[in-house]
DNA sequence: ATACCGATCTTTTGCCTTGA
DNA sequence: TCAAGGCAAAAGATCGGTAT
């Protein structure tokens, strides 16, 4: 493997020179660039990543805390990260997985191994147990969610309250007067994720202001659950609004066995992503959940010189074939 | 056998020298 | 005086060598 010396010898300087040609931190002559850049290719120099981190107290590598929970849609939390990554190599930057549940530790873990040089966080709980650690971290962080207390941290989200709002509004506009929501899983309430929690805040409280009866419901991920979630949802509910990726499919299905006519007989309102909602059996009409965009932001708050505070993205609703004012 | 020292790895960067 | 580029120290872990 070639090293920075070698490069040197080859272009016939010193190898800070070389350091310099790569950084570009100060000027160098034409010539000498030239040749340079010319050695790095002849020899396909690439600089050590363990010696420039030492050098530099830098590490190029942003740690993603991303745990894969069984109640969590892996595939969304992937929107996330694949948005986070995309974005982390325009910055020149890698990406650490970090998909095991390992608490503060593993924020302390990170920190004090110089592993990375911000942490970014997902799965974010309202009473968030890391938020301590987190503001006491020598390194900048990120939260993809927002704890209650979310005072002197970096957070961003999509506006769930914001979002849950819109979908009751929408659905009062087109004349339903009961609603449902198929929430998500009954462990991620009692975690106390955050986004789950916002979401039912915006909801029930835009039901209360619109006159709309609501009833919120807690969908385990799997077919039974659905069942029991549309048994538990009242007649004379005439919208459902599903704040669960897992379920979207079967909720759809199940919904179809038992001859409910979408949307002549009920309206279905989801919130997830785009292309989720483009390819079902019929395009859903939903609130997109930007995962990719959350997730590159994330990466520019790591990573630039940004200030703490809460940055919430307005949520967009997109009506699509599932969505109808109500008959009569 | 144990304890400790210092060289080594590669790169970055502040300071210094050279030459026009 | 200034641009261009070299020198040398520093970073932290590891390993070989020397002293006790």
Redesign the pocket.
Known sequence: ?A???D??RAA?????????V??G?????E???LRVERSIRELG????A???A?????TSVLALVAPLRKDLNVPVVMQFVGGALERARAHRHDLLLLTEDEGADGLRRVAS??LADAIIVMDVEASEPRVPVLRALPLPSVLIGVPDDASGLTCVDLDFGAAGALCVERLADLGHREVALIGPAPSVYERGTSYAKRFLAGFTGAARVRGVRATALRCPPNYDGVRECLDATPDSATALVVHNEAVLGAVLAELARRGRQVPGDVSVLAVCPRDMAETQVVPISSVDLPGAELGALAVDLALGASRSGVRLVEPVLTERATTARVRG
Do not use: C
């Open positions: 493997m090293t920075i010396a490069v040197a016939g300087v010193s190898p800070s020179t070389v350091s310099y790569l950084s931190k100060r000027t160098i002559s010539g000498t660039r120099y690439h600089p050590n363990g010696a420039r030492l050098a530099s107290s830098r191994s110089a």
